[in-house]
Every structure is written in structure tokens, then in C-alpha cells.
């Protein structure tokens, strides 16, 4: 059973959004705070953080996506949610969910045991 389950990927074009989701395993989570981010991995290049947010609502953002992308989450339906507005082609990844049984907020892909299987966004200019 896959423990972490994103969707929503596409092709968008410049200036347009996209909203990605990922579900993570009850089985998995329930009974844990959970930590929770969103990487991406462009062709050629390592992967890199996005955003994160932590069990109880505090988020981060990378530089290249503050303002324009969104991270939220509902801990009763063990989702968390990418909202992506004005969408560049330096945008165009690969999209990671991860998670970790923490409080806290995680920025360090290291620091996530758990990953989903990733979705792909490409954003045509």
C-alpha cells in the first residue's frame, strides 16, 4: 500500500494554476502529527524544496514560489494541498509529496522518510 498518493498534475500554461493534492496513508499516520512538504525535481537538476507545512499550520515557502504558491492541509482527511497560481516554465518539475511523524516543521528533504511517487507539472510558455 502506497503511503503517500499525489494527484493533479498537468499541462498549464504560463501565467495559469494548478492545485496538487496528496493523501497520506491512515494506516500509516493516524495517530501522529505529521509534518508534511512538497519538493520537485526538474530534469537534470536535484530535487528541491517547495513548501511545508507543519502539524499545526505553520508553512515555509522557497523563495522562487512565495507568493504565488499555497500549501495548506486537513489533518481529518490526512491531505495536504499544493495551490500553484501564475505558473512559470522554470516551474516545470516533477512535484514530490513528503511527510514525517513530527510536530514540527521540516525544510530538509533528508529529514522525510516518507514520499509519494510524484506528479508532473509542465508549464508551456
Known amino acids: 500500500q502506497e503511503q503517500l498518493v499525489e494527484s493533479g498534475g498537468g499541462l498549464v500554461q504560463a501565467g495559469g494554476s494548478l492545485r496538487l493534492s496528496c493523501a497520506a496513508s491512515r494506516r500509516t499516520f493516524s495517530g501522529y502529527a505529521v509534518a508534511m512538504g512538497w519538493f520537485r525535481q526538474a530534469p537534470g537538476k536535484e530535487r528541491e524544496f517547495v513548501a511545508a507545512?507543519?502539524?499545526?499550520?505553520?508553512?515555509y515557502y522557497a523563495d522562487s514560489v512565495k507568493g504565488r504558491f499555497t500549501i495548506s492541509r486537513d489533518n481529518a482527511k490526512n491531505t495536504v494541498h499544493l495551490q500553484m497560481n501564475s505558473l512559470k516554465s522554470e516551474d516545470t518539475a516533477v512535484y514530490y509529496c513528503?511527510?514525517?511523524?513530527?510536530?514540527?516543521?521540516?525544510?530538509?528533504?533528508?529529514?522525510?522518510?516518507?514520499w509519494g511517487q510524484g506528479t508532473q507539472v509542465t508549464v508551456s510558455s
Open positions: 513528503a511527510a514525517a511523524r513530527t510536530f514540527n516543521l521540516v525544510r530538509d528533504l533528508h529529514e522525510y522518510p516518507y
Open positions: 507545512i507543519s502539524w499545526s499550520g505553520t508553512t
